[in-house]
């Protein structure tokens, strides 16, 4: 196999045409060079001798283990607990002004799990363990699996504050020696399941949210498809659930019914 294989225009167009496909996610001729670096080391280990061969096997793949490989290897999975702590305090906020409804949150691009279960560890410690629970959804299969799998490095619990840590997380033993994870009456309440956001109508088992966490995705689509992920959330929110997106993002161009009420966190009106 040449080692020195590059990126033809016929084979760019192709995998953005795929990614879009799969994904949403329109990739720009700026891409060309990303897309080249995150495939090439998986090009080569399934001994391909360009990326063209590798994009019919992406194509060939009829159990879509490699498809869910190439969608990983593509979309970008920067996560770590307690990000964008303002939000957190927010949700720590209306909670404590909460009436005794059952709060619904759905982590919409949960990556490998670190959203859901820092929301998760607040309301627990607000609500107790019978008036939550928490949907985490995400394209990539791989991640969603290590979400479900719950066991993290410690190093990841550095983000976690310290009321939280020694009461809700727990330190694995033996073969999860250098890991951590959450204790059940957490884990208990919040599932992952694979969806994609410009693809769906309902949420799995017709969850129905009162909170919704959509945050540093939305950067990633066209005016387009924004639109279209707005629509469907919008669709599935009573008037006064909650959106947050990314403090880096906002809604200016989409038209929708729900009014900013603090930076990055929408109400539906």
């Not at 959804?137 to 550095?158: H, M, V, W």
């Not at 959106?243 to 729900?258: A, C, P, V």
């Amino acid at each position: 196999m040449n080692a020195n294989f590059t990126l033809s225009q016929s084979e760019f167009v192709s995998f953005a045409t795929l990614i879009f496909k799969y994904t949403g996610i329109r990739m720009g001729e700026k891409k060309k060079n990303l897309i080249a670096s995150r495939l090439s080391k998986r090009v080569r280990a399934r001994n391909c001798n360009s990326y063209g061969e590798y994009l019919n096997i992406i194509r060939d793949d009829l159990n879509k283990e490699e498809r869910n490989i190439f969608i990983s290897l593509i979309t970008t999975h920067v996560t770590h607990f307690f990000r964008e702590p303002a939000h957190y305090n927010f949700l720590e906020s209306i909670l404590e002004n909460r009436n005794n409804s059952p709060t619904r949150i759905w982590s919409a691009a949960a990556s490998t799990g670190e959203e859901a279960y820092s929301a998760g560890l607040i309301m627990q410690d607000k609500l107790g363990t019978d008036n939550w629970s928490i949907l985490g959804t995400d394209i990539c299969n791989d991640s969603i699996e290590k979400a479900r799998n719950g066991f993290y490095p410690l190093q990841g619990s550095e983000q976690i504050p310290e009321h939280y840590l020694k009461r809700y997380c727990l330190k694995g033993k033996e073969e999860f020696t250098g890991y951590f994870t959450f204790a059940k009456e957490i884990r208990s309440r919040i599932r992952f399941e694979v969806a994609n956001l410009t693809t769906l109508d309902k949420l799995p088992g017709s969850f129905k949210p009162n909170i919704v966490f959509l945050r540093n995705v939305m950067i990633y689509f066209e005016t387009k498809e924004k639109q279209m992920i707005i629509d469907m959330i919008e669709s599935i929110l009573s008037p006064g659930a909650i959106l947050i997106i990314g403090h880096s993002e906002s809604l200016t161009g989409i038209r929708s019914n729900f009014k900013l009420i603090r930076t990055s966190v929408y109400q539906k009106i």
